[in-house]
């Protein structure tokens, strides 16, 4: 069982940077690979980004490649979604999970969910 709690969202203006973190309970967080998604108003759940296990691979959405970096630390298990060039377009409730399986987009196939963090990007 892993617990996951995201923080970091806000309200930014176009351009600007934003960094999310999200932190995980339990001992067993270096056996996970980490996604991150968000959801729109009024849209479906998408992925962002992903991370191996060890941090060494990752995985992103063609909309926000050269834009987002996500990273690991296995000893604070926590993952991060550093996000530059932020666009109104981003805007979104952005949700950390993990997955068993390596560098995944697809959402069934993750097994724990944080609860959420909203990044509003104003014009």
């Known amino acids: 069982q892993v617990q996951l709690v995201e923080s970091g969202g806000g309200l930014v203006q176009a351009g600007d940077s934003l960094t999310l973190s999200c932190a995980a309970s339990g001992r067993t967080f270096s056996s996970y690979a980490m996604g991150w998604f968000r959801q729109a108003p009024g849209k479906e759940r998408e992925f962002v980004a992903a991370?191996?296990?060890?941090?060494?691979?990752?995985r992103y959405a063609d909309s926000v490649k050269g834009r987002f970096t996500i990273s690991r630390d296995n000893a604070k298990t926590t993952v991060y979604l550093q996000m530059n060039s932020l666009k109104p377009e981003d805007t979104a409730v952005y949700y950390c999970?993990?997955?068993?399986?390596?560098?995944?987009?697809?959402?069934?196939?993750?097994?724990?969910w944080g609860q959420g963090t909203q990044v509003t990007v104003s014009s």
């Open positions: 999970a993990a997955t068993r399986y390596p560098l995944i987009n697809v959402i069934p196939k993750y097994d724990f």
């Open positions: 991370i191996s296990r060890s941090g060494d691979s990752t």
